[in-house]
């Protein structure tokens, strides 16, 4: 079974920095996407950040020039830098991972959702 495992939330002061990861967890034959979404109360999610292999990225617009989302293959780990944040960057982000399987199978998953919370 394929999970995500993520980290590196936390309470930051405007102007701050944070890195999220998040990891792969089981078998998979290929990484077709990984990225962030984010969903702030009473707010609808929105997509942060995407990487698609061989490497290219998508940004909201909101986080363009301050957020820089990574991959590292090895590691089977995707992190989202996170400069220059803002209160408005309050929100639990979650990671998503769409693969293909051993087997061919296109299949996707998300992480539980690590909240990010930018305050003084």
């Known amino acids: 079974q394929v999970q995500l495992v993520e980290s590196g939330g936390g309470l930051v002061e405007p102007g701050g920095s944070l890195t999220l990861s998040c990891a792969i967890s089981?078998?998979?034959?290929?990484?077709?996407?990984m990225g962030w979404y984010r969903q702030a109360p009473g707010k609808e999610r929105e997509l942060v950040a995407r990487?698609?292999?061989?490497?290219?990225?998508k940004y909201a617009d909101s986080v363009k020039g301050r957020f820089t989302i990574s991959r590292d293959n090895a590691k089977n780990t995707t992190y989202l830098q996170m400069n220059n944040l803002k209160p408005e960057d309050t929100a639990d982000y979650s990671c998503?991972?769409?693969?293909?399987?051993?087997?061919?199978?296109?299949?996707?998953?998300w992480g539980q959702g690590t909240m990010v919370t930018v305050s003084s």
């Open positions: 998503f991972l769409v693969y293909h399987d051993d087997h061919g199978k296109m299949d996707d998953t």
């Open positions: 089981g078998n998979i034959f290929r990484i077709n996407t």
């Open positions: 990487i698609t292999a061989p490497n290219s990225t």
